[in-house]
Structure formats: C-alpha cells, structure tokens
C-alpha cells in the first residue's frame, strides 16, 4: 500500500493534468486497490462536475469512430477531452479492441485526450461499478468533456443513463426497419438521436423513420420540454460533426436552464453510492459468514432469512 505523501504526490499529478498519472490513477481507482479510496476522496473535493456525453446504439454503428471525431471537434475549440470506452473483453484478455487502439493513437502525443478502456469484468450490464471513480478522476485532471462509449449490448445502454448527462444513441440506415421496432427504453433514455454512416445509401429513410417514431413516443416522455433531435452524421468523411457538437451544446445549455442538469447529477450520485455501498455491504458481511454459519444452516438450526439479518446487523456469533 502507498503511503500517504505518494497518494498526495499522485493526486496532485493528477490535478496538473499529468497523463501518466491520470492513467494510474484509474488503475488504481478502478482496480479498487489498497489505498484507492483515500485517492478517490482526495480528488473528489476541490474539483467539480464535467459535461458527460454518452454514446449508445448496437455494435457497429460507428460509436468509436464518431467518439474520435466528437474528440477532433472539441479539441478544435480548445477543450480538454477524456474518453473512458466501457470494453467487453474478459479479465483474462484484458485490453481494449485493436480498432480502439489504433483510434487512441490517432491523438497519441495530444496531451489534452486521454482514452481509456474499462473492462466490464463479465457483469451484466456495461458500466462497471467504478466507472464513477474513474470519471471523478477525469475531473479532478481538468477534463473539460468526458465521453462514455457502451458496448451496445442489452443493459448497459439504459444504464448509461444513470452516468451520462447527455446521451447520444447511435444508428446506421441499415438498421432502417429495426428503428420502429426500437424498445421505448432506448427512444427514452435518447437525447439526441445520430444516423451515422450517412454515406450509405437509406439515410433520409431512416432519420424520417426515427424522426416518426421518436413523434410517437414524445407524449410519454418525461423531458417534455426537449424534443430529441435527429441527426445524420458520416464519422467517416466528418459529415454532420459539426451540426452534432452543436447539438450537443443546446441540449446541455438545456439541462442547464431547465434545471435538469442538477437533477441528472444527484441521479447520478445517487447511483455512484448505491454501488458502492452494494460492493462494500456485501463484501464486509461475506465476511462474517463462516463455516459454523454454513453448518447451522445445512443442520436446519437457522434459516438463509434470519442468519442474513443477524449478519447486516452485525451479529450472527460464529
Ligand atoms: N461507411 C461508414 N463506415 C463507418 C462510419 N463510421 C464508422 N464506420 C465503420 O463501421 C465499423 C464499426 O465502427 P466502430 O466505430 O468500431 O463502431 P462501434 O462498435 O459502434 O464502436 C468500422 O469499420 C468503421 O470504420 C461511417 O460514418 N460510414
Ligand atoms: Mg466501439
């Protein structure tokens, strides 16, 4: 374990924007290692709250490619972006897909973009518990834009609700007849819908068919007062990137007259420490459960129900 002066050292590294740093220090935070959580507290006070982007949408559909360009964009306005890619690949491969790490390196050297990849660890759902903590380092390093990649499979591209502030969901022409059949979770958890690959042929097809559905599901929707824009956006040629920054920048401008921008980031906080407290909970009271607790069981003297609250209670003997 680093001793105290280290983690100081590190986490003031860290504040002065050192890439290196900021690097080990979402080891440290995401590996959730001895001494992570005195770092986590320290860069946690002093800094304060980053617009956050999130992309979702299937696999496929460009969310890597356009997250380089919305990258370029915002580094052409001067803004510092950090970009954490929530990775599928197991423990044991550990490392981010080769497309994402030739895309790192096309701002390798910019000392304003850090991109890294978190695996998902084989839970369910493509946010990792720390990805929080990873974020509030991003933060504390002076990032001015951080950007959220999903995976694009199942829970995670409602989960990223809970982490992003702005959500962007990601579609190709392609998909043109799958759009309608969109489930009303994606059409909700939407702020601004992105037909990429518009170099390909159905293009207006497909933002007229979203654009329908999105019409449809308007009434429901608890944002009433932003309607998710449509947008066509080639991550290939740069089509629509600039009209999407924009974009971007009204729906946060939004969040911020509205008052929703508050709201999201209690949302967030919210969901940042029932995680931890799942993890902490659960790993502190598996420890009290012992072999004479398993005994008692299987001999039927108590029951999963009681030793369960005499453990939460901090009781239970052993
Ligand atoms: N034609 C075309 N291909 C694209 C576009 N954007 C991405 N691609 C390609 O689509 C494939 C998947 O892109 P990627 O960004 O990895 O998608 P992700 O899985 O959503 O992150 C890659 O081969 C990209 O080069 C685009 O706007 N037009
Ligand atoms: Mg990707």
Known sequence: ????????????????????????????????????????????LGSSAVHKVGLAGPPGSGKSTLTGRLISYWR??????????VDPSSPVS?????????????????????????????????????????????????????????????????????????????VTPGLGDEIQALKAGIMEIGDIFVVNKADLQGKDKAVADLRRALAIGAEASPDGDWSAPVLATSALTGEGIEAL????????????????????????????????????????????????????????KTDPVTLGHELLAGRGGA
């Open 94 to 170: 550990g490392g981010a897909f080769l497309g994402d790490r030739l895309r790192i390196q096309d701002h390798s050297g910019d000392p304003g973009v850090f991109i890294r990849s978190l695996a998902t660890r084989g839970r369910v759902g493509g946010l990792t518990p720390t990805i929080f903590g990873a974020i509030h380092v991003l933060e504390a390093a002076g990032f001015q834009k951080i950007i959220i990649e999903t995976v694009g499979v199942g829970q995670d591209e409602v989960e990223i609700a809970h982490a992003a502030d702005t959500v962007l969901y990601v």
């Open 76 to 85: 052409g306005l001067g803004l510092k972006v950090g970009v954490l890619a």
């Open 245 to 300: 920054g924009e974009a971007i920048e009204r729906h946060k401008a939004h969040l911020d007259s509205s008052g929703q921008r508050g709201r999201r980031l209690k949302d967030q906080l919210r969901a940042e420490v029932s995680l931890y407290l799942a993890r902490r909970i659960s790993r502190s009271v598996e420890e009290r459960l012992t072999e004479s607790h398993l005994a008692a069981l299987v001999d039927r």
């Open 1 to 44: 374990m680093p001793d105290r002066t280290d983690l100081r050292r590190l986490a003031r590294r860290v504040r002065e924007g050192d890439l290196p740093a900021v690097a080990r220090a979402i080891s440290f935070v995401v590996d959730d290692r001895p001494g992570s959580e005195d770092l986590a507290k320290e860069l946690y």
